[in-house]
Every structure is written in C-alpha cells, then in structure tokens.
C-alpha cells in the first residue's frame, strides 16, 4: 500500500479525503458549527451569558480563587464608579448605612448623657467632693477625676440566650464568680422582658439596662433570634456596648440557621465559649468584693497615725527648738544672728564670747539634748560687767589675797600683792577691754614692805669705833655681820622699776678734835666699814662711803660719835 | 444537652406550684408570680441515658382577676395543665387556657393532671366532665402534690413526648 502511494499521490489524496467524508461527516459538520461558533462574538457572548451564572456558582463553591480574581477588578470599578458618580453608591448604601449610623450616633450620645449623668451623680456626695479636691490639686478637669474613677467595671456573666424561649445556649462567667443557676436567671430575664414589654406595649423594643443598685447592671442586646445579656459590676464604657452588639453580630451570621431551628438541643453553641469569653472584660482593677476598703482603711489609719505621731513629734521638736532659742538669746555672751532648719537638721549662728556658758550644756538644760543642732560662733568679748570682771581675774590672775572690783567701769584691786604681780597686773589691765581705768591703791606691796623694813633695821644699826681710830670698838664684829646679813636681804629684792640698790656708808666723829681731822677720820671709818662688808663677800660697789665729820652734840647726834651708819635711796 | 421550656397553666390555687415544689431546683420566691406572673424553676431528668433540663414556666393562676399573660407561653415546647380534681370550675378554666396557648404558639405537646387525688372524697371532676379535655391532652394524670403521688411520671411523659416531637 506504501508502494501504491508512491505511485500515484494525487490519487491516494482523493482517496483519503473521499474515506474521510464518509467516515467522519457527521464530526466534521460538527466541527464546522462549533468553529462558527467560536468565531462569532455574538453566538459566543449569547452562550457564555447562559453558562456564566452557573459557573460562577459552581467556582464559588469549590474554592476562593474566582473572589480572588474578581476582587481587584470590583474594587476598580467601585472606586471609578464612586469618582464618576458618588451619588449612586450612597443611594445603595444608604438603605444599609442609615439605621447603623443612627445607631451608633445614639449609642455616642446614650454614652455621653451617662458620662455626665455620672458626673451630675458625684457632685454633691463625699466621693464628688473628694474628687473635686483631686481635681483641684491635680489641674485635672473634675470630668476627667469622674471617669478616671467610675470606669473601674468587670464583666461577670455572659448569657447567650434563645430569644423566644428565653432557654440558655451558652454561658461564661469570670474567674472566682459563682451565680445562680443560669438557665433560670436567664428564664427570669426574658420573664421580665416580656412583663415590661406587655406593660408598656413597647413592641419589639428590648430593656437593654437592668441596673442593681450602684454597682450591678445587666446590659442587654437583642438580636434576631438570640439576646446577649452581661451582668457587670461597676460602670462600663460604652465601647463595651458595642463589643456586645458585635458579638451577638458575629454569633447571628455565623450560626443563624442554628438559632432558627433551636428546639432545645444546645450542642452547635457549646463552642461559642471562646467568643463569650472575649466579652468578660474587665478594665484597671477587677473589683475584688466588700472587703477591698480593708485594706485602703487600713493603710490611711496607719498613714494618719504616722502622721499624727511625726506631727506630735514636730510640734515638740519644735516647741524645743523654740525654747533652745529662747535660752541662748538670754544668755550674756551668746549672741544668736542666725536660726534655721536646714535638711532636717538645726543651725545656730552667732556670736559667743569664749566665757559664755558652753551651748552644749545649755541645751542639755533646756532638755534638746536631742535635737541636732550644729554650731557656727565667731568669738567676740562681751562688755557686760560680769563678763569684764571675769576676764580680768582670768588674766590678771590675782593672788588670794588680792580682790578685784568693777566700778563704774573702773577696775579696782584691794589686798595683798608681790611688787611683780602689782607691776604685771598694771601693765595688763590698761590693755583689757570694757575698763575705764585701773586702780590698785589700796594693793599693798608686799616686797616693798619687807624691802622698807630692811632697809630700816639697816638705818638704824651703827658700827662703833674707836676714840681717835679706826678700829671697830670690841664686839662689833656681830653688828657688822648683821649688816651684811641685812644687805645680802636687800639684794634679794628686785624692784625693775626702782634704781639699784646704793647704800649710803656714812662715817661720824665726836666733836673732840679739829675739823678737818674729824671729817677725814670719818671718811676713813666708812672706807674701813666697806672693806669689812667687801670681806664679808659683799660687792663693794654697792657701797657709797661719806665722811660726815663731828655729829653735834644733842643726845641723838650723841650717839652716832664715833660710828658708822647706813642709809638706802 | 437538651433543654426545653415548658409551661404550667391552670386555674388559681389548682396547686400548680405546690406540684413542683418538691421536684425542682428554684432559686425565686413565689411573690414572682403574684407580682412578675412567672416563676422559673428547674428540673433535670434523664431520659433513655440523656439528660434533658426542663426549664419550667411556672405561671399565675388563671381567674377572673388575672390572666396568663401569653407572651411568656412563647418558646415553650410543651405544657402541663393543672386541674384540681375537688372544683370543677377549674376543668372549664383548663380547656380555655388550652385554647388560649395554642392560638398563641401552635399545638404542642401537652399533659393534663388531675391534682389533689389526695382528697378523693370530695372529688367533682368526673370523666364525663373530663370528656372534652382529654381530647385535647396527650396524657392524662392522676397526682397528689401532698403525696408526690404521679408528679414524677406527668413530668417525664411529657419530656418523652417532646423528643419525640422534635425528633431528639
């Protein structure tokens, strides 16, 4: 057959194409038509339109990609539709938008109108008043203390309830809250729903707040088939209105088919638990009961105490304080500039003059040993009499024999006194400060006395002579040892503010005997006088030798002829 | 688990509430029903291994003057009428309420107790007074809410046929 085609092709060709018709007309008539079909935009347009609708179903039903595909072409021509003519689209969603903006305006105002009834609530009780002072000391406005604290809530117990039969489909309540029997109280709710309603011929339209005194409330909202109640403790914000109408929402489209036909089996609500769940909210602090004022009690007692005792305490420490103040202000030599509290601690500046009375022990008197008082004199000298008079006994340092006295501002020393002392304390006393002058007149110089009393004995001895000579008389030799003895005691005085010590050796004669023999031989009877001294070891120097000649012829003058006498300048 | 509403209607003083009392959990006080004109109560049983809760809708004795009111018979999957068995008025009363209720939720299930079988010797309601309001209960019960006497079993029938109604 290969052969025969080779042999003649054209032939062959007929051939085939003569098979073909035969074999294969009724297809490729078929062919034919559905190639017309395909290339006719109007048959095409025609049978697609008749099949497109059951397509998309069919699509739609199998998986999500025709939404996925059909999406960004709907939302483009949306948008283009609204910028050519927004008029359109709010008339179509207007009929849906309406009642739900409505709603919700009223929900805000509803919300509003609470929150100032609250506040209208607070204003004339305790708590208002209390908050009125928060709001004052804080600069907060009192709406802002109000809801700061009335939206303390929790939310205790979600009822999913059948509308119509009023039976219980799901419940939740929050950790730690035990209610009654939930198929009852949600019976009980629907009771007083349908009691209120008939009453007050208030049609369809559902109680949406049952209030239990100031802190219960029961929220309630309807749906179609199903209400949602909450029981709250505290007061809620409005926005949790609306998390209720959006989960009953959510609840409704998702298992609406299921609340139709409830007819007493619960099963298809068992899961709704989590949905439920989300509604048990609670803001700040979860009430935790009665008690919860125990402990705040407890706390503001304990603060009050404290501050009573720390008040006590103040007020005695500074009663103390005052009363250390007033102490070192009267006292002479203390001279208080500055008093002050600083970093809980007190300071005292001043003046002190350093014979005042140390602060330390007179605030031990006046009972502040304990308070903590730091010190900052500067030193100064008081002119107050006791003071002056003080300091100078503690410079002038009198013997015991001496006493001081301040008059008039004069100082004055009366007694017994060493010329040392008497020299120094003249010398201190015009330098002490406060004193007009110093007399010590009536002081009597002790040294001086004594010096004088020598220096009498001295004047009063004489050595005697011989008649015509210049040897001493037998047993004059102790009356000379006297007067050296006298003169040694007049060297042991020391005067600085007297000449050195110079004796007068003075010689006599009687009055036998020419003058001019008479005056050398008593000149000769001093000398020899002073060498007796001089060998008895005492400086020569001290000595002054005069010749006085004949001493007249009274009885005293008498008793000097033939002498030697002494006298002290 | 399943649960149903059910009402008890009757006349006043038939011993609706006294016939319950000592089956049921409830939480309310009777002044509910003289003031609301309901009082909730509840009673679990299990039928064939399945625990059914009949939530029940105790209402105010029906007189002259006051009536049940028949939004709260709305929901409810079956009802007990309470007849007691020493007035006879309180059959006429019955046969209203049944009317009453199934103009307002549709025929369903429904049990007639006869009450006070205790006072036998005063007994008024005789079966040919008792002809019409048989017709329109499922079953019928003789009780004493004294002696607990047919409480028990009225309730469970009327569970039973509630199932079978909605086909649980």
Redesign the interface.
């Known amino acids: 057959m290969a052969g025969g085609m080779d042999s003649n092709p054209e032939d062959s060709r007929e051939a085939f194409g003569l098979l073909r018709q035969l074999l294969l007309k009724p297809e490729i008539e078929k062919l034919a038509e559905i190639s017309r079909r395909l290339d006719d935009p109007e048959v095409r347009a025609a049978e697609v339109g008749q099949i497109l609708a059951a397509a998309l179903r069919r699509q739609a039903a199998v998986d999500d990609r025709l939404c996925l595909a059909l999406r960004p072409l709907i939302e483009k021509t949306l948008y283009n539709s609204v910028r050519k003519n927004p008029r359109a689209l709010v008339d179509i969603i207007f009929p849906v938008m309406g009642p739900a903006l409505r709603k919700s305006v009223s929900a805000a105002i509803m919300g509003m109108i609470q929150s100032l009834n609250q506040m209208a609530n607070h204003c004339l009780t305790i708590r208002g008043i209390k908050w009125r002072l928060e709001a004052w000391k804080s600069g907060k406005p009192f709406s802002a203390v109000v809801l700061a604290h009335t939206l303390l809530f929790r939310v205790e117990q979600v009822f999913l309830i ?7 489909l799901q419940h939740v309540a929050a950790e730690g809250v035990s209610g ?2 939930p ?3 949600s ?2 709710f629907t ?2 729903q ?2 209120v ?2 009453a007050l011929g208030s049609g369809s339209e559902l109680i949406d707040t049952l209030r239990l005194g100031n802190q219960r409330s029961i929220w309630l909202e309807q749906g179609r088939y199903a209400i949602l109640a909450a029981v709250i403790r505290g007061t809620p914000p409005m926005d949790l209105r609306h998390d209720i109408q959006d989960c009953l929402d959510r609840i409704e489209a998702v298992r609406g088919q299921a609340l139709a036909a409830f ?5 298809p609500f068992e899961n709704l638990d989590a949905e439920l769940r989300g509604l048990l909210q609670f803001q700040a602090r979860p009430e935790t009961g009665r008690r919860t004022w125990l402990l705040p009690a407890a706390i503001a007692t304990l603060v009050t105490l404290a501050a009573l005792a720390l008040g006590l305490n103040r007020y005695q420490e500074n009663r103390t304080w005052q009363r250390l103040l007033e102490r070192l202000r009267s006292q002479p030599g203390i001279i208080v500039t500055r008093a002050a509290r600083e970093d809980g601690r007190y300071l005292v500046e001043g003046l002190r003059d350093p014979l005042a009375p140390d602060p330390e022990s007179i605030k031990s008197a006046c009972r502040a040993a304990k308070l903590p008082v730091d010190w900052r004199w500067k030193a100064y000298w008081t002119m107050d009499r006791p003071f002056v008079l003080k300091r100078a006994e503690l410079l002038l340092k009198p013997p015991p024999s001496v006493r001081l006295l301040l008059e008039g501002g004069i100082l004055s020393a009366r007694g017994y006194a060493s010329h040392s002392w008497i020299v120094r304390a003249r010398r201190l006393a015009s330098v002490l400060p406060g004193l007009a002058g110093y007399n010590d007149g009536q002081v009597v110089d002790q040294d001086l006395v004594a010096f004088q009393k020598a220096v009498q004995r001295l004047e009063s001895k004489a050595i005697y002579f011989v008649k015509g000579g210049i040897d001493l008389d037998p047993g004059q030799e102790p009356n000379l040892d006297d007067v050296a003895s006298i003169v040694r005691t007049l060297q042991g005085f020391d005067f600085p503010d007297r000449p050195g010590l110079n004796i007068a050796v003075i010689g006599h004669t009687d009055v036998s005997g020419t003058e001019k023999f008479n005056l050398a031989l008593s000149r000769l009877r001093a000398e020899k006088v002073v060498s007796l001294l001089a060998a008895r070891g005492l400086e020569a120097g001290l000595f002054n030798p005069l010749g006085l000649g004949p001493a007249g012829t009274g009885s005293e003058s008498q008793a000097l002829w033939r002498s030697v006498t002494f006298g002290v300048r | ?5 059910i009402c008890m209607l009757g006349a006043f003083a038939v011993g609706k509430t006294s016939l319950v009392r000592r089956f049921v ?4 006080s009777e002044r ?1 029903q003289t003031t ?3 009082k ?3 009673k679990s049983m299990e039928i064939d291994g399945r625990r ?2 009949l ?1 029940i ?1 105790d209402l105010n004795g029906e007189d002259e003057f006051q009536s049940v ?1 028949t ?2 018979l ?4 079956g009802c007990i009428y309470v007849v007691d068995g020493t007035r006879s008025s309180t059959v006429e009363t019955a046969g209203s309420l049944y009317g009453k209720t199934t103009a307002a939720i549709g025929r369903v299930p429904a049990v007639l107790v006869l009450n006070k079988q205790d006072l036998h010797q005063q007994w008024e309601v005789g079966d040919r007074l008792l002809a019409p309001v048989r017709q329109m209960a499922d079953a019928v019960f003789y009780t004493s809410a004294r002696t607990g006497q047919g409480v028990e079993r009225a309730f469970s029938k009327l569970a039973v046929m ?1 199932m079978e109604n ?1 086909g ?1």
Not at chain 2, 74 to 77: E, H, I, L, P, Q
């Open positions: 059948h509308a119509e039969s009023g039976l219980v009654k029997d198929d009852l109280v019976g009980m009771a007083i349908d009691f309603k008939d007819d007493g089996d619960t099963a | 688990m399943i649960k149903k509403k959990d409830s939480i309310f509910y609301v004109g309901v909730i109560d509840k059914i809760d939530i809708w009111r939004s709260y709305r929901g409810s999957s509630m909605s649980q």
